[in-house]
Structure formats: structure tokens, C-alpha cells
């Protein structure tokens, strides 16, 4: 079994966009967690609702955990999300030059990347696009 964890770092104003997209206003979360007895969940969005108003420029570490037996991170993963993270690339066809590989067998990579979460593309009509890493960190545990 493999272990994943997903860490990205943001500001505590995106979060305060992701709480007004989700509950509207902070008054509206409020009279949820008042007058229908509020959830864990919903006291803590409140709380932090409450400090990130306080505090927006503050980074956040937002993370999540993966658990997969299937996945198959090898030096060509690696390297790849590595690459992607660390150098401005445009294009599928720039990546393969870089890594002395054939084009179909990057593009297979990313779209196995794509599928577990660690990286997004941008299709577009001639080549696969533009790949980002999703994580500020990737922490592996075997």
C-alpha cells in the first residue's frame, strides 16, 4: 500500500472564496450552525471563516491523503511531475525532447498522472497541453 499525501499551500482569502461559494455568506453559515445545530465541519468553516477575514494574506496548508495499492510511481513519474513543477514547459512535445522519450509514452504518463490527481492538463487541438502540478508537495509513504 502506498501513501500519498497532497499538500498545497493557500491564501486564507481563496478559502474565504470557497466558503462564500459554498454557504453564501458567513451570516448564512452562522444561522446554519445557530438555529439547525451545526455540524463539526460547519463549526470549524465558521471558526476559520472568522480568522481568515482577520488574516487573509496568511498561507494555508491544504492537503489530502491518497491510499492506493494500484499506483505506479516510478523514476519517469517522477521526473516528469519533478520537470512540470519546476520548469515553465508548454507542450507534451518539449517535455518528450527534454526527456529523450517518445511523445505517446509521455502523454500515457500524464494521463495516468492526471487520473490519480497529482497533475492537470490543458487539452488542446494539436498536443496535449500544458501540465501542472496540482501540489506545492508530493510526500510518498511506502
Do not use: C
Not at 496548508?61 to 520537470?83: Q, Y
Not at 498522472?113 to 509513504?141: C, P, Q, R
Request: net charge negative.
Amino acid at each position: 500500500m502506498i501513501i500519498i499525501n497532497l499538500i498545497k499551500m493557500i491564501k486564507a482569502k481563496e478559502l474565504i472564496k470557497e466558503y462564500e461559494q459554498t454557504y453564501g455568506s458567513i451570516e448564512t453559515l452562522e444561522y446554519i450552525f445557530k438555529k439547525r445545530g451545526g455540524t463539526i465541519k460547519t463549526k470549524m468553516d465558521l471558526e476559520n471563516w472568522k480568522y481568515f477575514i482577520k488574516h487573509p494574506e496568511e498561507e494555508i496548508e491544504d492537503g489530502k491523503i491518497l491510499i492506493n495499492e494500484d499506483i505506479k510511481l516510478g523514476n519517469m513519474e517522477l521526473e516528469l511531475l519533478n520537470l512540470i513543477k519546476n520548469i515553465d514547459i508548454k507542450s507534451v512535445n518539449t517535455i518528450a525532447k527534454l526527456l529523450n522519450e517518445d511523445k505517446s509514452k509521455i502523454e500515457n504518463k500524464l494521463m495516468e498522472l492526471e487520473k490519480e490527481g497529482l497533475v492537470s492538463i490543458e487539452w488542446s487541438s494539436n498536443d496535449l497541453g500544458i501540465a501542472s502540478v496540482n501540489y506545492d508537495k508530493i510526500m510518498i509513504e511506502i
